[in-house]
């Protein structure tokens, strides 16, 4: 038997997705480079074909979606798509605090295996306090246990902010009840981060931190647009 391939070895490049928000817009400007041939997109997360939207120049999104990008040339293979999710923010209003204390109230459980962030959800603390530090300090025993943060984060100024959580093993970080950070799961020290739009004020913050076993560490910080990344300092955190 013989096979025939056509076009081998010619086809266009995938192509690069590129997002901004400039001057502290909700929308996404977005750009999409390729390599001369004709590039369509789709926003719900479709595959793109010659009926879908021509790039033609950058653009902003209106709405959260998931941007999907495919290159058409004139001979040889379509390309492959290129996917990224693309936000559009809200700005969050403060929240009115009538006294606010120092620290955050923690939470810190010793459940039985397998443990996980949904420990909590069958398990009473055994301890509970406040505190200025959000870390793994606070734990009773080496291994296996669950430590949750709830308060308030007082923000200085308007505009984006980035949020990190770098654990071992999972955690999760909210800002008025929005997941910001994602980093569950069984692991390493992992660090992943989320942005938000934040009027200066104060904002719910809320960590969850778990170890399964072994050694196990948390460190969260935050970044403003423009400005320098920090752990958490414990003036901003109150109750």
Same mark, same amino acid.
């Given at each position: 038997?013989?096979?025939?391939?056509?076009?081998?070895?010619?086809?266009a490049?995938?192509?690069?997705?590129?997002?901004?928000?400039?001057?502290?817009?909700?929308?996404?400007?977005?750009?999409? @480079?390729?390599?001369?041939?004709?590039? /369509?997109?789709?926003?719900?997360? $479709?595959?793109?074909?010659?009926?879908?939207?021509?790039?033609?120049?950058?653009? @902003?999104? @209106?709405?959260?979606?998931?941007?999907?990008?495919?290159?058409f040339?004139?001979?040889?293979?379509?390309?492959?798509?290129?996917?990224?999710?693309?936000?559009?923010?809200? &700005?969050?209003?403060? &929240?009115?605090?009538?006294?606010?204390?120092?620290?955050?109230?923690?939470?810190?459980?010793?459940?039985?295996?397998?443990? $996980?962030?949904e420990?909590?959800?069958?398990n009473?603390?055994?301890?509970t306090?406040?505190?200025?530090?959000?870390?793994?300090?606070?734990?009773?025993?080496?291994?296996?246990?669950?430590?949750?943060?709830?308060?308030?984060?007082?923000?200085?100024?308007? +505009?984006?902010?980035?949020f990190?959580?770098?654990s071992?093993?999972?955690?999760?970080?909210?800002?008025?009840?929005?997941?910001?950070?994602?980093?569950? +799961?069984?692991?390493?020290?992992?660090?992943?981060?989320?942005?938000?739009?934040?009027?200066?004020?104060? /904002?719910?913050?809320?960590?969850l931190?778990?170890?399964?076993?072994?050694?196990?560490?948390?460190?969260?910080?935050?970044?403003?647009? +423009?400005?320098?990344?920090?752990?958490?300092?414990?003036?901003?955190?109150?109750?």
């Amino acid at each position: 038997y013989v096979v025939k391939i056509n076009n081998y070895g010619k086809f266009a490049h995938k192509p690069k997705l590129k997002y901004a928000y400039k001057n502290n817009s909700v929308k996404p400007l977005v750009t999409i @480079e390729g390599d001369g041939a004709a590039i /369509h997109y789709t926003l719900d997360g $479709s595959e793109p074909t010659l009926q879908s939207p021509l790039y033609l120049k950058p653009f @902003e999104v @209106e709405k959260t979606g998931t941007l999907i990008a495919k290159a058409f040339p004139t001979s040889g293979l379509n390309s492959a798509t290129a996917t990224e999710k693309v936000v559009r923010y809200e &700005w969050l209003k403060p &929240w009115n605090v009538a006294s606010p204390q120092p620290g955050l109230i923690y939470n810190y459980y010793e459940p039985a295996d397998p443990v $996980s962030l949904e420990s909590i959800n069958n398990n009473k603390a055994i301890k509970t306090g406040t505190t200025s530090v959000i870390s793994n300090s606070l734990r009773q025993r080496a291994e296996k246990f669950v430590l949750t943060f709830d308060g308030y984060i007082k923000i200085t100024k308007d +505009g984006f902010h980035t949020f990190f959580t770098d654990s071992d093993d999972g955690s999760k970080l909210f800002i008025d009840d929005n997941e910001v950070v994602n980093n569950d +799961g069984n692991h390493g020290n992992t660090e992943k981060s989320g942005r938000i739009l934040l009027r200066k004020g104060f /904002h719910k913050i809320k960590v969850l931190f778990f170890d399964g076993a072994g050694n196990n560490s948390l460190n969260v910080s935050m970044q403003p647009d +423009g400005g320098k990344k920090v752990i958490i300092p414990g003036d901003v955190l109150f109750h």
